[in-house]
């Protein structure tokens, strides 16, 4: 008689083995495709912080811009502050002038 048992014990190992090695192969690719994740994850983070980054420095950018036109403008209008305020007094007089000059004309006096 044949010893079937042998066979069949061998013909488990070997499915034990084949089977072993294919979880061993699947992991591998699992692991594989969560490292491929985990680069994907770290690389978008980075091109995001770049993106933070460059937002930052347009915005500081546009904040100097900003700041210097504030200041040009208020040295222009503190350049011409005297002559400013001088036309208005100018100005006035003219009106009180105009003013007396009508009242005058309305209430003549005696003088």
């Given amino acids: ?7 069949y014990r ?3 190992e070997t499915d034990k083995r084949k089977t072993a090695e294919t979880d061993a192969r699947k992991k591998a690719g699992e692991v594989k495709q969560w490292e491929q994740t ?3 994850k770290r690389q978008m983070a980075e ?3 770049r993106h933070v ?3 930052e420095k347009e ?3 546009v904040e100097a811009e900003k ?7 208020a040295r222009h209008k503190a350049q011409h502050e005297p002559e400013r305020q001088q036309a208005e007094e100018v100005s006035r007089s003219a009106a009180r002038s105009e003013a007396v000059k ?3 004309k309305v209430n003549p006096t005696d003088g």
């Fill in 10 to 12: 061998a013909e488990a």
């Fill in 53 to 55: 980054n460059s937002m």
């Fill in 47 to 49: 091109k995001d912080a």
């Fill in 38 to 40: 985990e680069d994907s």
């Fill in 1 to 7: 008689m044949e010893d079937t048992g042998g066979k």
């Fill in 102 to 104: 009508e009242a005058m």
């Fill in 59 to 61: 915005r500081q950018i």
């Fill in 67 to 73: 700041r210097k036109y504030a200041e040009k403008d």
